[in-house]
């Protein structure tokens, strides 16, 4: 078989034990790693039609896997005013009269990225911003991409101009005391009220988006993500563009069952479970349990200070444990976006009532993981269950003092339970880090790094939230490679460096185990490799 590729003077970095390889180089065909040995013996394989690749003493990863990406949402949702760096009102107000002065007339304006942190102690709403949008159709995504702000004429042409009731439990056009719609739209379902009036951009265009995202996350040093839903044409997306060679990572795609599917339904995502092509599979089902502690949708087993998240995001919790039930016994993997204490404690519940009429083959996962109290713990170990989780989130979103959104909605005792990594590390969970891209940057390093130091990665001077949760270098690589390699159940075949093993691969100019975490962002990606091709190189090599 051809050797299209060769790595030679390599540090081969173990994943398992944090140590490097005995070998310096390694050889691919057929997309896996066909030997390691030294660079006189892999030589030896070389041939006309080989890449040969000097790395001069640069460390080689297994690839870099996110464990939770929205990669073609995401690629729409970024496409227009980048409202994460604001900090206050006066901030958001100066950004928008900004892109309003070069919005055509009638254009919408789309923002993305806003933090509840900037509103400080008045309500999340469109109010401070009627001036500088007026008559202009305008939507803000608020970071958690649960819930986003309309403006009044926004409002106006989607015909939104009072309460609705939703499927979705937690799904709230929010109003005032006269029945006013604030501009706060909650969840997916209020959010389309007003989307699907707005423009959409072309199948080309998201395409193209689409490509470029994944070509920028290949040069992040992703080789790969599990990606959590398969909305709209998510799906033909992933096959064109892996048809045509341009898919720049392997991704696992989780379809979602919503509230509302009925046994129809539910056989139709059993069904397509192992459909996809050469670099992208689905595999499992993504379900929701609760919404996000900021805006109040949360499934909290005590109210927040407003007396809010305190319901599930399923009207009946009872029918999702059925459907959990029978992915179960169908060998379907499930990820459940559970934030709260009482989400996540309702999905253990319900794997555990499932594992109990059958095989545990199936490997479930719990998503994001916000706060747990401690009798939770211990459950994900005992029963198998994945700890899938953002440290960026909790690094970016909160503080250290407790004076964010998240933390005051939350309380003390709650707050001081911020991303349990290392209480669930501890357990003997099975942890599993990622980005939630777009909600926190994907670069898988910035990832890592946040894990370790828990601080705002804007201002690294700033305390580190919960800095007794931080996870270790190795921990943190782990999280990205095999850990993200057995939750996929891909442990065979992925996630370390050996012979037979996938050729996807991660080389960085320095060992990010002994690179400091506030550095570890900055750490150059000098290759990356999936599938044996490369899909980023650095003009050093």
């Known amino acids: 078989m051809p050797t299209p590729l060769v790595l030679l003077s390599a540090r081969l970095l173990d994943p398992v034990t944090g140590a490097f390889l005995p070998q310096t180089a390694l050889a691919v065909s057929g997309g896996r790693i066909s030997a390691l040995g030294d660079d006189h013996g892999i030589r030896e394989r070389v041939d006309a039609s080989t890449t040969v690749i000097d790395l001069k003493g640069a460390v080689v990863t297994p690839g870099l896997v996110d464990g939770h990406l929205h990669p073609v949402s995401g690629a729409e949702l970024t496409g227009g005013l980048d409202l994460s760096g604001c900090a206050d009102v006066e901030d958001v107000r100066a950004a928008l009269a900004a892109e309003v002065r070069n919005l055509a007339p009638g254009a919408w304006l789309h923002g993305w990225g806003l933090d509840p942190n900037v509103f400080g102690d008045r309500p999340v709403g469109i109010a401070p911003f009627d001036s500088v949008l007026d008559g202009v159709p305008a939507l803000l995504l608020l970071f958690d991409a649960h819930s986003m702000l309309a403006s009044r004429r926004a409002l106006e042409l989607a015909g939104v101009d009072g309460p609705r009731t939703f499927d979705q439990a937690s799904a709230e056009v929010v109003c005032d005391a006269q029945g006013r719609p604030t501009g706060l739209l909650q969840e997916d379902a209020a959010c389309e009220l007003v989307e699907r009036v707005a423009p959409q951009p072309t199948r080309e265009e998201r395409r193209d988006r689409l490509a470029a995202t994944l070509r920028a996350m290949a040069a992040s040093g992703l080789t790969g993500g599990h990606v959590m839903d398969a909305n709209g044409d998510s799906l033909a997306l992933f096959s064109e563009l892996d048809t045509a060679g341009e898919l720049a990572l392997r991704l696992r795609v989780a379809p979602w069952c919503q509230p509302g599917t009925d046994a129809e339904g539910v056989r139709a995502l059993i069904e397509q479970q192992g459909a996809g092509g050469a670099l992208w599979r689905t595999d499992g089902v993504k379900i929701f349990m609760d919404g996000t502690i900021d805006n109040g949708t949360a499934w909290l087993e005590?109210?927040?200070?407003?007396?809010?998240?305190?319901?599930?995001?399923?009207?009946?919790?009872?029918?999702?444990?059925?459907?959990?039930?029978?992915?179960?016994?169908?060998?379907?993997?499930?990820?459940?976006?559970?934030?709260?204490?009482?989400?996540?404690?309702?999905?253990?519940?319900?794997?555990?009532?499932?594992?109990?009429?059958?095989?545990?083959?199936?490997?479930?996962?719990?998503?994001?993981?916000?706060?747990?109290?401690?009798?939770?713990?211990?459950?994900?170990?005992?029963?198998?269950?994945?700890?899938?989780?953002?440290?960026?989130?909790?690094?970016?979103?909160?503080?250290?003092?407790?004076?964010?959104?998240?933390?005051?909605?939350?309380?003390?005792?709650?707050?001081?339970?911020?991303?349990?990594?290392?209480?669930?590390?501890?357990?003997?969970?099975?942890?599993?880090?990622?980005?939630?891209?777009?909600?926190?940057?994907?670069?898988?390093?910035?990832?890592?790094?946040?894990?370790?130091?828990?601080?705002?990665?804007?201002?690294?001077?700033?305390?580190?939230?919960?800095?007794?949760?931080?996870?270790?270098?190795?921990?943190?690589?782990?999280?990205?490679?095999?850990?993200?390699?057995?939750?996929?159940?891909?442990?065979?075949?992925?996630?370390?460096?050996?012979?037979?093993?996938?050729?996807?691969?991660?080389?960085?100019?320095?060992?990010?185990?002994?690179?400091?975490?506030?550095?570890?962002?900055d750490l150059p990606v000098l290759l990356t490799v999936l599938d044996g091709r490369p899909t980023h190189r650095d003009v050093s090599l």
């Not at 919790?317 to 379907?332: D, K, N, S």
């Not at 339970?417 to 939630?436: E, F, I, K, M, P």
């Open 302 to 521: 005590r109210p927040d200070c407003h007396g809010e998240s305190t319901h599930a995001f399923w009207p009946d919790p009872e029918v999702y444990t059925r459907i959990i039930g029978e992915l179960h016994r169908a060998g379907v993997p499930t990820a459940t976006h559970a934030i709260g204490d009482a989400a996540v404690r309702h999905v253990l519940d319900a794997v555990e009532k499932a594992q109990a009429t059958g095989g545990r083959g199936a490997r479930h996962r719990v998503e994001h993981i916000e706060t747990v109290p401690d009798d939770t713990l211990g459950r994900f170990a005992e029963l198998g269950v994945i700890a899938s989780m953002q440290p960026t989130h909790c690094c970016d979103f909160t503080r250290a003092d407790h004076t964010d959104n998240w933390s005051r909605r939350l309380g003390e005792e709650r707050a001081a339970r911020a991303w349990r990594c290392r209480d669930l590390q501890d357990s003997g969970a099975t942890v599993v880090l990622g980005s939630d891209w777009p909600i926190a940057p994907y670069p898988p390093l910035g990832v890592m790094a946040g894990a370790r130091h828990r601080r705002p990665s804007r201002d690294l001077t700033q305390d580190p939230h919960g800095p007794e949760q931080a996870l270790t270098p190795l921990e943190a690589l782990q999280g990205l490679t095999v850990n993200a390699a057995y939750a996929a159940g891909e442990e065979h075949e992925a996630g370390r460096i050996a012979a037979g093993c996938r050729a996807d691969l991660t080389v960085l100019a320095d060992n990010p185990l002994t690179t400091a975490a506030t550095a570890l962002p």
